[in-house]
């Protein structure tokens, strides 16, 4: 059963455009959401996370929204570069002393110059 | 600051054999969790470590092990490989306590490429 779930796998903009990814989760006793960005053979890089007493964070260029009624969360990227292509995950966990993170497959995010 | 450093990169052990990984957290940092990331699971949490014991554990048979030293330092053992324990293993370090006001963040290492031949 996928707590998790990220279900566009590729996701293709244009430099400059927006890029919004998009993670559904269903267990409530998540608190605590994460994104990461991978390349190949590499580890994840932290990048921004938003805690279920907030409903949205800003970073940068990197802006993450969480909807607790539709258990939702989705990372938006403005302007979005060719150095943001890379796979996206987002990952949950619960609160307290609770550090598993569940993970979703990832999507493919590639920016075309 | 120095990031999570895991040692060796790249391994290349056969089928009954047994592979000890080492991963170094940033300084500060005394949570130490392991995952494994397969091309079909993804990333699956194993067992997260804070000082020097187990505090949780994910759904992986006992042949894979862990243990935390009191400088925080980590080492997950795997016994008995099999050619479904390819895979790459990402360490990930963290400060001890989180709340809802200030969660704490957690940082990845690069990973071992582990290959079972």
């Known amino acids: 059963d996928q707590q998790v779930k990220q279900n566009s796998p590729s996701l293709s903009v244009q430099e400059g455009r927006i890029s919004i990814l998009n993670c559904d989760y269903t267990?409530?006793?998540?608190?605590?959401f994460l994104w990461y960005k991978k390349y190949p053979a590499e580890g994840p890089t932290f990048l921004i996370s938003?805690?279920?007493?907030?409903d949205k964070n800003e970073d940068g260029r990197f802006t993450v929204f969480l909807n607790k009624s539709a258990k939702h969360l989705s990372l938006h990227i403005v302007p979005s570069q060719p150095g943001d292509s890379a796979v996206y995950f987002c990952?949950?966990?619960?609160?307290?002393?609770?550090?598993?993170?569940?993970f979703g497959k990832g999507t493919l995010l590639t920016v075309n110059p | 600051k120095a990031g999570v450093t895991q040692t060796p990169r790249y391994l290349i052990k056969t089928r009954g054999q047994q592979v000890t990984l080492s991963c170094s957290p940033i300084?500060?940092?005394?949570?130490v969790s392991w995952y494994q990331q397969t091309p079909g699971q993804g990333l699956q949490f194993l067992f997260e470590y804070f000082s020097e014991t187990q505090r949780n554990k994910g759904n992986f048979p006992g042949r894979f092990s862990g243990r935390q030293f009191s400088n925080s330092r980590s080492e997950m053992n795997v016994s008995t490989l099999e050619l479904g324990d390819s895979a790459l293993y990402l360490c990930?370090?963290?400060?001890?306590?989180?709340?809802?006001?200030?969660?704490?963040?957690?940082?990845f290492g690069p990973g071992t490429r582990l290959t079972v031949l």
């Open positions: 267990n409530s006793m998540f608190d605590y």
């Open positions: 300084s500060g940092h005394r949570s």
């Open positions: 990952a949950a966990r619960p609160g307290g002393s609770n550090y598993k993170l569940t």
């Open positions: 990930a370090s963290s400060l001890p306590r989180s709340t809802s006001a200030a969660p704490a963040e957690q940082f």
């Open positions: 938003i805690s279920s007493i907030k």
